[in-house]
């Protein structure tokens, strides 16, 4: 993380969903604490938070709050255009603290929310990382968050996880993926992963 203060601040909000206290709350003094050191022109910072912030409310199952940080995450990395090595880990992070499983009644929902994010970011990475860097960056976004539809959701999530691992560049992951899936779906069903 880039500083003590935003260690601090991090920690508060940590402290505030941690004790039962409102996401909502908590997400409004990310931004708030983001749009002043972006007003300072302390932009690692300012990401550092946007970053921490969206982990948090993703590791906690608020999937709309962590993604709406993301995205403004996505938005200050296309207005800044910091390099694609800061720039990447931090977005890759926040995929992988996307929650493992969601309630049933919710997941589709949620899953979207969650896509758009990787949409957003995978059109950053395309934008801002320029033809060398552009695309390796947008093959490992797509890798991470196929990575996760399939460890979150097995066989269930696969078609979506397929079109993400056929645009990253982890083909011994994808491969993985469909055996997995065909081991572990109903048996009338485990051809069609084959097949795919």
């Known amino acids: 993380m880039a500083a003590s203060g935003v260690d601090k601040a991090v920690e508060k909000v940590r402290r505030t969903v941690g004790s039962g206290g409102s996401h909502y709350e908590a997400q409004q003094m990310i931004k708030t604490i983001y749009h002043r050191h972006k007003a300072r022109r302390q932009l690692e910072e300012s990401y550092a938070v946007l970053q921490e912030g969206a982990k948090l409310q993703l590791q906690a199952k608020q999937v ?3 993604v709406e940080l993301g995205l403004l995450l996505v938005e200050a990395f296309t207005a800044d255009q910091p390099p694609i090595d800061i720039a990447l880990p931090a977005l890759l992070s926040i995929i992988d603290s996307m929650p493992g499983s969601l309630p049933a009644a919710t997941e589709d929902a ?3 929310e969650e896509a758009r994010l990787v949409s957003a970011a995978v059109k950053w990475a395309h934008r801002c990382g320029g033809p060398s860097a552009g695309p390796p960056a947008a093959a490992a976004l797509h890798d991470a968050y196929a990575g996760h539809l399939w460890r979150a959701y097995g066989w269930r999530r696969m078609g979506l996880a397929s ?3 056929a645009r990253g560049a982890d083909a011994g992951a994808f491969a993985a ?3 997995g899936c065909a081991a572990a779906a109903p048996e009338a069903e485990a051809p069609l992963f084959v097949a795919r």
Do not use: I, K, M, R
């Open 177 to 179: 993926a469909v055996a």
């Open 110 to 112: 949620l899953v979207d």
């Open 163 to 165: 079109s993400h691992f």
């Open 64 to 66: 709309t709050c962590g």
